[in-house]
Each structure stands twice: as structure tokens, then as C-alpha cells.
């Protein structure tokens, strides 16, 4: 991590920031290979953010086969709540791209930093510019309730729909490939001259084709990219880890810092969580396409599903549940405590020794 | 003159895309869809997702999926939930329920609603970690099962 001391270099991005609500840009602190970050307040930021944030721009330059030659400028703010307020996009937006800048907070930063990636190639129509962003993201792309042809020809939110939009798109992806995704954004045009100039079919007859092959959701193309807990035993992980925002894979925001690890579970089992940090919690990753909806409760997929965005489940304090029943697949582990102390924590996952209560319907 | 055009630049770029320019939900029989979630269309029929289609059909019909012997008791609005309220028949069991049949057996309503009574000895013998019952007993919330510890 570099902290950047002299003042940072005026861009036109901040030029549009100030039409928009004059607000001061914060100071750029951060520095990676391909980002300069600003932050309102010192010590937002531990590594493991801009290691995460480096990395899918690395990862996104390949998936595009794009190069980010210029640093891309980040302004992030620490409260989504308030960052409407903030004046740095439309009242409506909790992030934005323009000009070279990502003006974003936790929850948007990276939908905008793959709208800053493929602005170096290419200058799409919003339908594909946020079909793009949804996509390629670190989320699933969900089944609209609207429909793709509906949505070309609008302009932003909220009225243009992302999530059929996000969904088309990564269909497109997964059903015809890399290379004609790239031609599609860079084709010239309204949206649908676009598209049917790069796939040789009308809109209409995709979508057909869309409604009859796409899941509800796939799983996203950036997920879970943690180190993993070591297997200590048989049905056992367990790791000491160094809780330093200085660290590699420790993450921070101005009130918590914390560390992420995969948990990869081969067999159905109740398991314990423990861990000797403040919180823990735990979240299925998005790696599996949902052919349907996964309600939480649904007995085939344990007490962490794979549940729409995901669905936390906290294994520590009297609310928390520390013996879990998982299905195999592959878990994101966070721990994490308040302020940014450094600490060194303790994280096991073991099989429960129990009691456990067994039916025929959770034996299989 | 600058400004007039400024104005009827405004006014134009309004003209195009209005407020209430929203797509159209996919929501009639017949769009297609991926949702869980079933909507009453009057008190006794339903409209669900079948197939990946959304389909209007009778509570009688959405109930029989259920199991073979479910009965309707209509389409109830409970909330922002709206679906087809089903009941066993007199003499059937609820798909999936359980009930302790003594301190070593459960009871667990099977595939056509029939009654079955498991061994916890070998229901526990299935669990990996697990395998050693202690017996069949209900947790806090009156659900039954065989309760398994490590050997």
C-alpha cells in the first residue's frame, strides 16, 4: 500500500464532479498499478481491498483482452448511506463512471471499475455499457422481470432495467463467446443496430432463445478470490491469522477490519465454526449457475444457501449459529473486528461432534 | 439566442425519455419467468411460475403437486404473500413432517403422504461425524428427530 502525499492531479472528472455538487474531491492516498484511490479519511483501505480491486482489473483486462494504460482514478466513500449526498453522481446513483473516474462506494466500486475497463476499448450504449458492468462483475446475473428488447433503447437508471440487461449480456457471453461480446461493444449505433450487425439475428429471435436457455441466475465470474482455509484433518480447517491492515488479504473499512478465506466443503455435514475474533460469518459463493430461484429454508441446500445475492449466516455471539449444516461447495469465512487494531485471530471449521438432529430428509 | 436553444435542448432531451418510461413487467400468463413467488388471480385460482411460464390455474391443481392427497383451501393474501393454501386429507399425513414414535423411532411422512417409522440407530449410522444415536426427541420448536453424537 502507497500513501500519496503531493496533491493529486486535476482531471476533467473532477471538473464534473464539481458541476454536479461542488463538493471537494478527497485526497488521493492509494496507489496500485492500475488505480490512484481517494478517500475522505486515512486508514479506509487495508490491502486486502487494493490487492482485491488490482486484481479484477487484472482479471477484466483479460476477460476483455484490453489494456488499462492509464491509471484509473477511484473516489470512494465510506457510507452508502449518505453517498447520494455527496453530489459526485445523479441524486439517484450510489455510483458512477465518467471521464476516467470512479466515483463509488463499497457497494458499487467494482460494477463502476468494469465500466472504466471497457471504456478503453470501447464506448457502448447504456443497455450493453450496464449489461457489461452486471456481467462481468463479482455478482450473479439474475432473470429480469422485464424483458431484454424492452430495455434497448433506454437511457439509465432507474428506469433501464439492469438486471435483464446483466443477464443478456452474460448469456451472450457464455452462448457465443469472448470475441463477439468485444465486437458488440464496440459496434457502432442504437443498441439493437448493434447487436444484430455483430450476431447476424434480430433481437427478437435472441430473446427468444434467451427466455428458453438462460438459468435464473449464473454464478458470477468473480467470486471468492480469498485464500483458502487450510484442511488441517480429516473434515477439519483451521488457521491463526494476522488480522494488520498492513497484510495481504486483510480488509478494512473505516470501522472493521477483517480477513476472508474459502472454505471448500466435498461432503453434506454439520460443521462448527469457530473462531476467537468479534464477529464470523459466513456466505456460500456465487461459483454455480441456479437452473431456479433457492429459497432460504429449501432442505436440499443446508443452512447456508445459495440463496439470491447470497445469505449470510453469522456463526459467532447469542445470535449467532456455530454449528452449521453445509452441502458441498465452496463458502466465503470472514472474521472481523471494530476499529483497526491489529490482532491475531483464530478460524476452525470442523465436523460437529454433536448432538445433531438427523431426519430421512437430511440423511438424503 | 444561446439559451433559447439550451431550453429547447432540455426540453427535447425531456420530450425523449420521460419519467414513466418503464419496460413492461413480465408478469401475464404466458411471459416467461423464473420466480418462486405465485400470486392470487381471484380466491380460488393462482397464477405460478410452471415451466418456466406463468400460468393461471386452480388452487385444486396447485395443490395436488404437493402431494396425492392434498386438499385447497383457496388462494390466501397473507402479507406480500400470496399462494394457494393446502391441507392433507383427513387420514394423510403433511409431506415432510416428522413426530417421535418413541424414544428410539421416528416417524416422517414420505413420498405419498405416507407414514414411515425410522430406526435413529440407523438413520444416525448414515452421519459421517455423527454416528452414535441418542435417541428420537423434539427441539424448541416441536420438530422431531433422531439426535446423533460422534462414536
Same mark, same amino acid.
Given at each position: 500500500? #502507497?500513501?500519496? #502525499?503531493?496533491?493529486?492531479? &486535476?482531471?476533467?472528472?473532477?471538473?464534473?464532479?464539481?458541476?454536479? /455538487?461542488?463538493?471537494?474531491?478527497?485526497?488521493?492516498?492509494?496507489?496500485?498499478?492500475?488505480?490512484?484511490?481517494?478517500?475522505?479519511?486515512?486508514?479506509?483501505?487495508?490491502?486486502?481491498?487494493?490487492?482485491?480491486?488490482?486484481?479484477? &482489473?487484472?482479471?477484466?483486462?483479460?476477460?476483455?483482452? *484490453?489494456?488499462?494504460?492509464?491509471? &484509473?482514478?477511484?473516489?470512494?466513500?465510506?457510507?452508502?448511506?449518505?453517498?447520494?449526498? %455527496?453530489?459526485?453522481?445523479?441524486?439517484?446513483?450510489? /455510483?458512477?463512471?465518467?471521464?476516467?473516474?470512479?466515483?463509488?462506494?463499497?457497494?458499487? &466500486?467494482?460494477?463502476? !471499475?468494469?465500466?472504466?475497463?471497457?471504456?478503453?476499448?470501447?464506448?457502448?450504449?447504456?443497455?450493453? =455499457?450496464?449489461?457489461?458492468?452486471?456481467?462481468?462483475?463479482?455478482?450473479?446475473?439474475?432473470?429480469?422481470?422485464?424483458?431484454?428488447?424492452?430495455?434497448?433503447?433506454?437511457?439509465? %437508471?432507474?428506469?433501464?432495467?439492469?438486471?435483464?440487461?446483466?443477464?443478456? =449480456?452474460?448469456?451472450?457471453?457464455?452462448?457465443? +463467446?469472448?470475441?463477439?461480446?468485444?465486437?458488440?461493444?464496440?459496434?457502432?449505433?442504437?443498441?439493437?443496430?448493434?447487436?444484430?450487425?455483430?450476431?447476424?439475428?434480430?433481437?427478437?429471435?435472441?430473446?427468444?432463445?434467451?427466455?428458453?436457455?438462460?438459468?435464473?441466475?449464473?454464478?458470477?465470474?468473480?467470486?471468492?478470490?480469498?485464500?483458502?482455509?487450510?484442511?488441517?484433518?480429516?473434515?477439519?480447517?483451521?488457521?491463526?491469522?494476522?488480522?494488520?491492515?498492513?497484510?495481504?488479504?486483510?480488509?478494512?473499512?473505516?470501522?472493521?477490519?477483517?480477513?476472508?478465506?474459502?472454505? *471448500?466443503?466435498?461432503?453434506?455435514?454439520?460443521?462448527?465454526?469457530?473462531?476467537?475474533?468479534?464477529?464470523?460469518?459466513?456466505?456460500?459463493?456465487?461459483?454455480?449457475?441456479?437452473?431456479?430461484?433457492?429459497?432460504?429454508?429449501?432442505?436440499?441446500?443446508?443452512?447456508?444457501?445459495?440463496? =439470491? +445475492?447470497?445469505?449470510?449466516?453469522?456463526?459467532?455471539?447469542?445470535?449467532?449459529? =456455530?454449528?452449521?449444516?453445509?452441502?458441498?461447495?465452496?463458502?466465503? !469465512?470472514?472474521?472481523?473486528?471494530? +476499529?483497526?487494531?491489529?490482532?491475531?485471530?483464530?478460524?476452525?471449521?470442523?465436523?460437529?461432534?454433536?448432538?445433531?438432529?438427523?431426519?430421512?430428509?437430511?440423511? +438424503? | 439566442?444561446?439559451?433559447? @436553444?439550451?431550453?429547447?435542448?432540455?426540453?427535447?432531451?425531456?420530450?425523449?425519455?420521460?419519467?414513466?418510461?418503464?419496460?413492461?413487467?413480465?408478469?401475464?400468463?404466458?411471459?416467461?419467468?423464473?420466480?418462486?413467488?405465485? $400470486?392470487?388471480?381471484?380466491?380460488?385460482?393462482?397464477?405460478?411460475?410452471?415451466?418456466?411460464?406463468?400460468?393461471?390455474?386452480?388452487?385444486?391443481?396447485?395443490?395436488?403437486?404437493?402431494?396425492?392427497?392434498?386438499? $385447497? @383451501?383457496?388462494?390466501?393474501?397473507?402479507?406480500?404473500?400470496? $399462494?394457494?393454501?393446502?391441507?392433507?386429507?383427513?387420514?394423510?399425513?403433511?409431506?415432510?413432517?416428522?413426530?417421535?414414535?418413541?424414544?428410539?423411532?421416528?416417524?416422517?411422512?414420505?413420498?405419498?403422504?405416507?407414514?414411515?417409522?425410522?430406526?435413529?440407530?440407523? @438413520?444416525?449410522?448414515?452421519?459421517?461425524?455423527?454416528?452414535? $444415536?441418542?435417541?428420537?426427541?423434539?427441539?424448541?420448536?416441536?420438530?422431531?428427530?433422531?439426535?446423533?453424537?460422534?462414536?
Amino acid at each position: 500500500m #502507497t500513501v500519496q #502525499t503531493k496533491p493529486p492531479p &486535476i482531471t476533467c472528472a473532477a471538473v464534473v464532479a464539481c458541476v454536479l /455538487g461542488c463538493n471537494d474531491l478527497p485526497e488521493l492516498r492509494y496507489e496500485t498499478e492500475h488505480l490512484r484511490i481517494g478517500t475522505a479519511s486515512d486508514g479506509l483501505l487495508c490491502q486486502g481491498n487494493l490487492d482485491h480491486y488490482e486484481r479484477l &482489473i487484472t482479471t477484466l483486462e483479460q476477460q476483455l483482452g *484490453t489494456s488499462v494504460r492509464t491509471p &484509473i482514478h477511484v473516489y470512494l466513500w465510506d457510507e452508502s448511506r449518505f453517498f447520494p449526498d %455527496s453530489g459526485w453522481c445523479d441524486d439517484s446513483l450510489i /455510483g458512477c463512471y465518467r471521464q476516467g473516474a470512479v466515483y463509488a462506494d463499497f457497494i458499487s &466500486i467494482e460494477h463502476e !471499475l468494469v465500466h472504466a475497463v471497457v471504456d478503453t476499448f470501447a464506448t457502448p450504449t447504456p443497455f450493453w =455499457s450496464e449489461g457489461a458492468a452486471m456481467a462481468l462483475g463479482s455478482s450473479r446475473t439474475f432473470f429480469g422481470e422485464t424483458s431484454p428488447v424492452d430495455n434497448l433503447d433506454l437511457h439509465a %437508471s432507474p428506469q433501464l432495467d439492469y438486471r435483464p440487461a446483466g443477464h443478456f =449480456s452474460r448469456w451472450l457471453l457464455e452462448t457465443h +463467446g469472448l470475441e463477439l461480446y468485444r465486437e458488440l461493444l464496440r459496434a457502432r449505433g442504437s443498441s439493437r443496430e448493434a447487436f444484430e450487425r455483430t450476431y447476424d439475428m434480430t433481437m427478437e429471435e435472441a430473446q427468444e432463445l434467451y427466455f428458453a436457455e438462460a438459468p435464473h441466475a449464473y454464478g458470477a465470474l468473480n467470486t471468492c478470490d480469498h485464500p483458502d482455509l487450510p484442511q488441517t484433518g480429516d473434515l477439519q480447517w483451521s488457521e491463526t491469522i494476522e488480522i494488520d491492515c498492513a497484510a495481504p488479504n486483510v480488509w478494512g473499512t473505516s470501522q472493521v477490519i477483517g480477513a476472508l478465506r474459502v472454505l *471448500t466443503v466435498t461432503e453434506r455435514g454439520f460443521y462448527e465454526l469457530t473462531t476467537t475474533e468479534q464477529e464470523g460469518a459466513i456466505i456460500p459463493c456465487f461459483d454455480e449457475d441456479l437452473e431456479h430461484p433457492v429459497l432460504v429454508g429449501d432442505p436440499n441446500y443446508g443452512d447456508v444457501p445459495p440463496a =439470491s +445475492g447470497g445469505f449470510l449466516q453469522v456463526f459467532t455471539g447469542d445470535r449467532g449459529k =456455530s454449528v452449521l449444516e453445509l452441502v458441498p461447495g465452496r463458502y466465503e !469465512l470472514s472474521i472481523a473486528h471494530e +476499529g483497526h487494531e491489529t490482532r491475531t485471530a483464530a478460524l476452525t471449521v470442523r465436523a460437529a461432534t454433536g448432538p445433531i438432529p438427523q431426519t430421512p430428509e437430511s440423511a +438424503g | 439566442m444561446r439559451l433559447r @436553444l439550451a431550453t429547447l435542448l432540455v426540453l427535447a432531451c425531456c420530450a425523449c425519455a420521460p419519467d414513466d418510461d418503464y419496460p413492461p413487467l413480465l408478469d401475464q400468463p404466458g411471459d416467461p419467468c423464473r420466480s418462486p413467488y405465485p $400470486s392470487c388471480v381471484d380466491g380460488e385460482r393462482v397464477r405460478e411460475c410452471v415451466d418456466e411460464v406463468w400460468v393461471d390455474r386452480s388452487c385444486e391443481e396447485s395443490c395436488a403437486e404437493l402431494g396425492p392427497a392434498m386438499l $385447497s @383451501l383457496g388462494c390466501v393474501i397473507d402479507g406480500p404473500l400470496e $399462494s394457494c393454501a393446502c391441507v392433507p386429507e383427513p387420514g394423510a399425513c403433511a409431506p415432510a413432517t416428522t413426530a417421535c414414535e418413541s424414544d428410539t423411532e421416528l416417524g416422517y411422512c414420505g413420498a405419498g403422504q405416507v407414514w414411515l417409522v425410522y430406526d435413529c440407530d440407523t @438413520l444416525c449410522a448414515s452421519s459421517l461425524a455423527t454416528p452414535t $444415536s441418542l435417541g428420537c426427541m423434539a427441539d424448541e420448536d416441536g420438530e422431531a428427530a433422531c439426535w446423533c453424537v460422534d462414536g
